[in-house]
């Protein structure tokens, strides 16, 4: 994925694919590269794309996983304020015009994965 999602929609789906397949190669790239990852499943908080891909193999070693489900998207051009479940997130889109993650604040202390 070069450019990233065409919109905030799609990014929050290509997320919680990459989080259930376990992919940090498919997941590191939706961040832009000075992002901000918050998470309370015990992950902490990670900025920029080596501490995002450290913090979401810690969260996948506990079985926690994210499921998209975005109830609320506020759009002002290049910017988008995504309400979901379990999380609000910023996100922007690029010069190369797809939207990536600059502040993601994730609440997943509560949804493992079930097996």
């Known amino acids: 994925m070069a450019i990233g999602a065409r919109n905030p929609e799609e990014l929050e789906r290509l997320f919680e694919d990459a989080f259930v397949v376990r992919d940090r190669g498919a997941l590191v790239p939706l961040f832009e590269e000075r992002a901000v990852l ?26 926690y996983t994210y499921l998209a489900d975005p109830r609320r998207v506020l759009q ?8 979901a479940s379990q999380g609000i997130n910023v996100v922007r889109r690029g010069s190369d015009g797809g939207w990536r993650y600059a502040i993601s604040l994730l609440e997943i202390g509560t949804n493992k994965r079930r097996t």
Not at 76 to 83: G, K, P, R, S
């Open 38 to 63: 918050v998470s309370n499943g015990g992950a902490g908080e990670a900025r920029g794309s080596a501490q995002i891909a450290y913090s979401a193999a810690a969260l996948w070693e506990h079985d």
């Open 76 to 83: 002002a051009h290049d910017v988008a304020l995504v309400l």
